[in-house]
């Protein structure tokens, strides 16, 4: 296949899919789903219709060709290399775009699954055989990913991130490590806005890596403000899993007599670091916004997005956008088709 016959067999997988996702209650892409949050009780069928819908959104045939045109002078020929892709599981079909990038390049994608999803991506990875049968022989799943590649691209935590340095080091690698979103209040943003950055801490209820996790405020903002908006996200505490870990992470802030703020499912702490339990949003007052811009672009090895209504700063997302990122917002800013392009036989 050549490159626009890659790009026409994925937009038509994002057709039928957008055709799929509204497949009426008992159809089988509906139970699909179904079998999929029974799976794994963080992939709620809302949760897992707003990433097919992000999706659809990437498969988008003039979405593709603008991509690609980012790599005109870039060798996307058809190759036998083998790129291993060992998949994050922590939101539904987080490592799509890797295993497009790698069949949209011209290699052949040996993917090892999340034990926590497991159910969707085999789904599509069929449906696009379906749709272009020469992709069978570019597709393959394994349950271990120890020998047999030329390439690795691996996501985990920080302790996993070890392993793999370990044992693909002398391969060419992408290497993804814990991080995490923060966004920034300058303190005259709308209530919409505000609205808006809910989305961005509350969707996958916060297990993404494009979730915001901490918040700088101008010193002297009421908090009341943030939590008075971010109200009508209220519906996460009807989930059981959610709802058991902020019960949890309250009854330690209690035990541990820490001051912090509690709006009934949301619990907001002062302190520096970026990373969080789910449920729980750390903030920091600042003093100097320009220093804190300044500061925010230093730590650009730690963070994946900073939320902001400015676009001043490194990695800048607007009020509501973390969870929709566009074909060219690479995780950890590391650019897939260029590696995948500079491989060689």
Request: glycine fraction near 6%.
């Amino acid at each position: 296949m050549n490159i626009n016959e890659r790009i026409k067999a994925l937009s038509v997988l994002g057709n039928k899919l957008n055709e799929l996702k509204d497949d009426k209650v008992g159809g089988e892409f509906w139970q699909l789903l179904i079998t999929a949050e029974n799976f794994n009780p963080w992939f709620t069928q809302e949760n897992q219709q707003m990433a097919l819908k992000n999706i659809i959104a990437m498969l988008d045939k003039e979405a593709l060709e603008n991509w690609m045109a980012n790599y005109a002078d870039k060798d996307l020929s058809e190759s036998d290399l083998r790129v291993g892709v060992i998949m994050a599981g922590n939101i539904p079909l987080v490592g799509f775009h890797d295993f497009m990038s790698v069949l949209i390049s011209g290699k052949v994608f040996v993917g090892k699954l999340s034990s926590s999803d497991k159910i969707l991506m085999p789904f599509i990875a069929n449906l696009l055989v379906e749709i272009e049968p020469r992709f069978a022989d570019k597709i393959i799943f394994e349950d271990e990913l120890m020998k047999n590649f030329d390439a690795v691209i691996a996501t985990g935590s920080n302790n996993s991130s070890r392993y793999f340095d370990y044992y693909f080091g002398k391969y060419p690698n992408i290497i993804r490590k814990n991080r995490n979103s923060i966004a920034i209040i300058k303190g005259d943003e709308s209530a919409e806005q505000l609205k808006e950055l809910g989305k961005d801490v509350f969707y996958y209820f916060g297990l993404g890596c494009r979730n915001v996790s901490k918040i700088l405020l101008p010193r002297g903002y009421e908090i009341a403000t943030l939590l008075d908006n971010f109200q009508s996200y209220d519906k996460v505490s009807m989930h059981s899993k959610y709802l058991n870990n902020y019960e949890y992470q309250k009854s330690l802030l209690l035990i541990n007599s820490e001051l912090h703020f509690d709006n009934g499912f949301l619990l907001l702490r002062e302190k520096p670091e970026l990373a969080t339990a789910v449920s729980v949003m750390n903030y920091e007052y600042y003093d100097d916004y320009d220093a804190e811009i300044r500061r925010l672009n230093m730590q650009n090895d730690q963070i994946q997005c900073v939320v902001t209504g400015k676009m001043d700063v490194n990695n800048a997302v607007f009020f509501g956008k973390t969870q929709s990122p566009s074909l060219m917002e690479y995780a950890d800013n590391v650019d897939v088709i260029e590696f995948l392009t500079s491989l060689k036989n």
